[in-house]
């Protein structure tokens, strides 16, 4: 049975910025440690303000990561470095990142690293690394025995600084990880180091992305994966390599027995390079992750890729996001499915799929056991392939909340403040969310879904419910305040206030969990509604029996105003209300109060409505997430 608990579908252009912006930061958070350690006190290198290197080691004490990125650090506070490196037997991780560090400051450091063996990991990312540079860590290198990971992303190591480095990678036997990202090695560089990773027996993960290979680049890589037996991790995506290149890894691919991860997005292979890999895939044996996002894939090249997942038995991470994939595309993609037991997560995001594509999956995932993660609803891909609607009306559907609210405020504002207002809103809240629920079952009770009118119908009803439940938001919201002070004394007022918030963000986030356990596939969403219906009939009921206007005896003097405003005609009561509100608005504090109570409230709300996509990406099932 197909095990795939992931598929994104969202085609959020924020996203792809968002990650961009990621892979740019992670570089140095990527490693931090699981114990608490000193923050390091951010310095901007200015000459009145200069960082004290020997007061940040000494405050790191027994830590077992140095963190002295962004520190403005110069070849001479190495020097302070490189004697806590000969000295200090704690340290097993050193982090320089973002600094600016000449050749001397390195050769400090490298001088330092010939006498030290405790330490493991070192970050040089972004402190402009020169091939002389390069030449000074390449010397340790040779006879060094416990570093194991070394990073120098982003700097600028040419063709000199890649063979220095290569030469050393053929004696040492202890580095595991490499990260070369974004220098400038270029062709000539990667075959210095496609020679040495022929007979290298120690490395497991090599990034040499956006480096400027090319075809012949892929080449030089691709022929040390024929004869290396050690690297499990290749990240060779930003290389502006084509189908030849991919035709190369391909080849290499189909006799490798040790690779399980390949980075290849953001190149263009096309569809016949997209052919070259699939070929591989018949025949490897051992990649479980590949990444072939951005690389101008069309529906010719996911056909090729179907027939291979008929085939591969261990692949489980596919990406295939912001390529050109359309429905016929994603017809092959899903007859693969039906046959594939591996794939486990999924990545379609960005591409140009209609609900007819969305169906498609939706027809493979119910004949098998599958969970998908689509957009911001938890149960979102249900509904299009129930009522056969697109993303972007689902998308409408959940948006009709915000897009309601405002236009209703004042609303409910006035509602609140007319005779018996708190009463009144309570109740016409309990009966309009009845109504809305009530409209939206109506479809699958009424007409059958073999009916041709049955998307259409369903939409008013759907629509018509969603706007009137949106309308209810301010009714929700604005009537706690009220409530706490018209029902508990002085003492009992704040405690009251946050319970009814909670209360509501609590049964927002429940029904994350219900949701998706309800919905197990499509065919059951309306039982969804039906349960829905349910709640708010009982809600109801509730209210109309038990609600009453006021308190018996009011508990307290603030309390007692209030009664006698909502027992006053109306428009005292709301002359009473403006002036109040007047009030609060020509008050700083109660505003900036307001300012950030509005922005945690919009920020929780985001993370509550967004918690699937954030989870599922991380191998969370919709009900797990």
């Known amino acids: 049975m197909l095990e795939l608990t992931i598929v994104g579908l969202t085609n959020v252009l924020f996203l792809r910025v968002f990650l961009s912006i990621f892979r740019f930061v992670y570089i140095i958070v990527e490693e931090s440690p699981t114990q608490p350690e000193p923050e390091p006190e951010y310095n901007n290198d200015s000459s009145n303000d200069k960082v004290n290197v020997e007061e940040l080691i000494a405050k790191n004490g027994d830590s077992p990561t140095l963190n002295l990125s962004l520190q403005g650090i110069t070849d001479q506070d190495m020097n302070i470095v490189a004697n806590a490196l000969e000295n200090n037997t704690t340290i097993k991780t050193l982090e320089l990142v973002a600094n600016v560090i000449g050749a001397a400051g390195i050769k400090l450091l490298a001088d330092a690293l010939k006498n030290n063996s405790t330490l493991t990991a070192l970050n040089l990312s972004n402190v402009g690394i020169t091939d002389e540079s390069a030449q000074h860590l390449a010397d340790v290198l040779r006879n060094n025995t416990t570093l194991s990971t070394l990073r120098l992303f982003n700097n600028s190591i040419g063709v000199q600084g890649a063979k220095y480095l290569a030469d050393s990678l053929r004696e040492n036997t202890a580095l595991t990880a490499i990260d070369l990202g974004m220098n400038q090695i270029g062709i000539e560089g990667s075959q210095y180091f496609g020679d040495a990773l022929r007979n290298n027996m120690g490395l497991k993960e090599f990034n040499i992305q956006a480096n400027g290979l090319g075809d012949d680049g892929a080449e030089h890589i691709a022929n040390a994966l024929q004869h290396n037996t050690t690297l499990t991790s ?17 080849d290499a691919l189909k006799n490798n027995k ?38 101008g894939i069309n529906d010719e090249g996911i056909q090729y890729l179907a027939g291979a997942l008929q085939k591969n038995k261990t692949l489980n991470e596919l990406d295939l996001s912001y390529n050109a994939i359309g429905d016929e595309g994603v017809q092959h993609l899903a007859n693969a499915l039906r046959k594939n037991t591996g794939l486990k997560e999924f990545d379609l995001s960005g591409n140009r799929i209609s609900n007819v594509g969305v169906n498609h999956l939706a027809n493979a995932a119910q004949k098998n056991t599958c969970s998908f993660w689509l957009t911001f609803s938890p149960v979102s891909l249900s509904a299009q392939s129930y009522y056969n609607i697109s993303s972007s009306t689902v998308d409408l559907l959940l948006n009709w909340g915000p897009i309601i609210f405002i236009p209703c405020l004042p609303l409910a504002y006035l509602l609140l403040n007319t005779r018996n207002g708190l009463r009144r809103t309570v109740i016409i809240l309990a009966v309009a969310c009845f109504v809305a629920t009530l409209l939206r079952v109506i479809p699958s009770i009424a007409v059958s879904p073999s009916n041709p009118h049955f998307k259409i119908i369903s939409l008013s009803f759907f629509h018509a419910g969603q706007i009137i439940n949106a309308a209810c938001g301010p009714l929700v919201m604005m009537p706690v305040s009220q409530l706490s002070c018209l029902w508990f004394g002085p003492n009992e007022r704040a405690r009251a206030t946050t319970i009814a918030i909670m209360a509501n963000v609590f049964g927002s986030t429940i029904s994350f969990l219900i949701n998706p356990a309800i919905v197990s596939k499509p065919s059951n969403l309306p039982y969804l509604l039906y349960f829905h219906v349910g709640l708010a009939l009982v809600a109801g009921i509730l209210t109309l ?9 009011p508990p307290s003097h603030a309390a007692e105003i209030l009664m006698n405003v909502e027992n006053n005609n109306s428009d005292s009561g709301f002359k009473v209300y403006m002036k109040g509100l007047w009030q609060c608005i020509m008050n700083p504090s109660f505003v900036l109060l ?10 929780f709300s985001v993370w509550t409505s967004l918690f699937s996509t954030i989870l599922n990406p991380e191998n969370y099932t919709e009900q797990q997430a």
Do not use: S, W
């Open 234 to 250: 290749l990240g060779i995506f930003c290389n502006e390599i084509g189908e030849k290149g991919a035709q190369h890894i391909g």
């Open 258 to 295: 040790t690779l399980t991860t390949l980075e290849f997005r953001d190149n263009t292979i096309g569809d016949k390079g997209t052919q070259h890999l699939a070929d591989a895939l018949q025949y490897n044996t051992t990649l479980t992750t590949l990444q072939l996002d951005t690389n």
């Open 545 to 553: 029996a038990y609600f009453p206007a006021q308190p018996p005896k």
């Open 594 to 603: 307001a300012i950030v109570g509005g922005v945690m409230t919009g920020t």
